[in-house]
């Protein structure tokens, strides 16, 4: 089965074809890119159909040829960028490895297109890449050893765990002046963390004060990979000998 014969979703509907003679013809993959683009640049937020529109100097409607509206759009849009990501054939004595790899490669991904993790929360992303990135990870557990209830379970869990990091590293981005560079803004947030913990009343908050630094120890890609470890490296108890 192509990728353009799998089947729809029950949530979404196809999209009717509609003629446009004055105009060249756009393309689904046209669109989706120009989405890309605003993302990188900017934000989700900024993308519409009517500012994707204005790329082509042609009207919204003229879109739903190829995509039914916003949301769809950006469900294509996050398809898109899980195309970059490569499958290894599963090695089953460097199965976490190669999860790890994946789940490395997805976020960095992410990561690069500012806030595009925002689009994967709260759905289950079932594009032709995002399901053949769930196909890749679950053959690999699955070749390791791991039980498939919690292959199955792991696999959501380390989704939302890699979406949810890159979203939340996008929202810190945000708050970056132009008078600072990402480094410099997280270096003074971090300072001012730690002297806030600190600060706080060593009857009430005794752990916390006393471990402030500890806390507020170790960048983002740190963070990223010790959390990484605890479910990947946690899987071991389950699999199968």
Known sequence: MTDTELPLPPWRRSVPKRA???????????IVNAGLRIVTEESVESVSMRRIAAVFNTSASSLYAHVANKEELLQLMFDQICADIAIPEPEPARWQEQIKEMARAGHALMVQHNDIARTALATVPTG?????????MLAIMLAGGVPAQIAAWSLDRLFLYIVADAYEGSLHMRKIGDDS???EYFEEFVRQLAEYYESLPADRFPNIRANARILTSGDGDQRFEFGLDLIIDGLEKYVEK
């Open 20 to 30: 446009n003679a004055t105009r060249p013809p756009l393309s689904q993959e046209q």
């Open 128 to 136: 032709p890449n995002a399901l053949r990135m769930s196909e890749g």
């Open 181 to 183: 560079s990402p480094r």
